[in-house]
């Protein structure tokens, strides 16, 4: 199955509100917000392609929406279409001032309307695939370098010295072949978030005991727990929902993956699963070092740490997949820290089967 492009609707009028979902509910994802302080809320965990926003209404008016919409560096590809009755130039120029994209007179035509959110979603497309493209270049320029020393240097010391003592051979050639791994597994996630990011990977959902799921998760990161001596504790009940299993699994573990490396030797890391009226949930809650305010609005954003010289081993990118998978089950994925305070990361998924 893959994502329906998403829109965020602006308007303080119900009625304009459902024209709208009627016109575009069938093609698209849509989500509503009646005023200028929702739709800024909203958008940050709705993340929509584009925005179809209202001038007037009650508190920060459309204009000032808009701004701050702009100023919200995770915002920063979406495409705002102005939808108002204000039709004088200077008008729009305000508008195109504060950062839209378009503007659509009301009452608009329905086709002009589908026709220009064709476009702009087309075209919020092709501009993120191509940041999406800088960006996969520059980790992988910086990514790439230690695994492919890993490999280059060994190969070379074994043909200069091919009658060298066997044990050292090996040694060589065991730290060859985990580099080898590491640039495998660098791809492969690379390959999979820019399908994901492209509305192009196929999950397969089906009904699922979830707490078999985080099992399997926690049996793989089982070994580097055991290493750095962390114990995880499982808090699990039966739950059946209706999910991509492998793709859950993988979110679960690339979070207890970061939760038991950043936790201090001796500590526990716990894994939770429970239910609400309308969702369920797993969380990871670990007593490590903790994040700042900084780290922590970027830790699921892609390529968005401060310093991509400590962007390591595409730990960052696991994150930022797990995000996508969330997203593609109409979820959510949220994290609490404090600095020196440890650290907990709640995924919520709704109830209702898809």
Known sequence: MQSRNKILIVDDNATNIAILEETLAERYCLQAASSGEEALACAEEFRPELILLDIMMPGIDGYETCRRIRANPKLKQVKIIMVSAKAMVYERLTGYDAGADDYLTKPFDEEELLAKVRVYLRLQSIEEIDQLKSNVLSLLSHETRTPLNGIIAPLELLLSDPDGDIEERKEMLELASESARQLQQLFEKVTKFSAMKASKWLFKFTPTNLS???????????????????????????????????????????????????????????????????????????????????????????????????????????????????????????????????????????????
């Open 212 to 354: 078999e799921v985080l099992a399997k998760a926690t049996a793989e990161v089982a070994p580097l727990a055991s290493q750095r001596n962390v114990i995880i504790d499982q808090e699990l009940e039966n739950i059946v929902a209706t999910i991509d299993p492998l793709e859950i699994q993988f979110v679960a573990k690339a979070i207890l993956n970061n939760a038991v490396r950043f936790s201090p030797a001796g500590e526990h890391v716990a894994l939770a699963l429970s239910t609400g009226p309308d969702h369920l949930a797993f969380r990871v809650i670990d007593h490590g070092v903790g994040m700042d305010e900084q780290d922590l609005s970027q830790i699921f954003d892609e390529f968005q740490v401060s310093d991509l010289a400590h962007h390591t081993e595409g730990q960052g990118l696991s994150l930022a997949i797990a995000r996508q998978v969330a997203i593609a089950h109409d979820g959510t994925i949220d994290v609490a820290s404090q600095k020196g305070c440890g650290t907990t990361i709640t995924v919520k998924l709704p109830m209702a089967a898809r």
